[in-house]
């Protein structure tokens, strides 16, 4: 996790990275990636603690203003994963999408039946 600051809507400031990482293969979980300024700003700091690996996970990969391929170009970067909430980018080597159609279809099956949607994000 790191410490962030946001100050506009590409500039980005991480402080620090809570937790020990040195040597280990890490995974970044953000939620959106879109010019991917939070994303580099966090393997700046991931860098400087010399951790062995990065895989890069968003929810909604919007990928705009070149930020596929600047991670993508990134050598520590091993995969960036992403769901298809917005039509994907074109196909890059590092880049694999999930779809969300399963997860759409058992809802509307749930909700056409009566059954709890709810019970989709249960953990339990």
Do not use: W, Y
Not at 83 to 112: C, F, G, Q, Y
């Amino acid at each position: 996790m790191g410490a962030k600051q946001r100050f506009s809507d590409d500039r980005v400031v991480i402080s620090s990275v809570i937790g020990e990482v040195t040597g280990k293969d890490v995974i970044i979980l953000d939620d959106e990636i879109a010019k991917g300024s939070t994303v580099i700003e966090l393997l700046d700091r991931l860098r400087e603690q010399k951790v062995r690996s990065v895989r890069v996970a968003c929810t909604h990969g919007l990928f705009s203003s070149g930020a596929l391929e600047r991670l993508t170009s990134l050598p520590e970067v091993e995969e960036i994963v992403c769901t298809n909430t917005v039509p994907p980018p074109k196909p890059a080597d590092k880049l694999t999408v999930l779809s969300i159609a399963p997860a759409l279809a058992e809802a509307m099956r749930r909700i056409h039946d009566g059954e709890s949607v709810s019970a989709l994000f249960s953990t339990s």
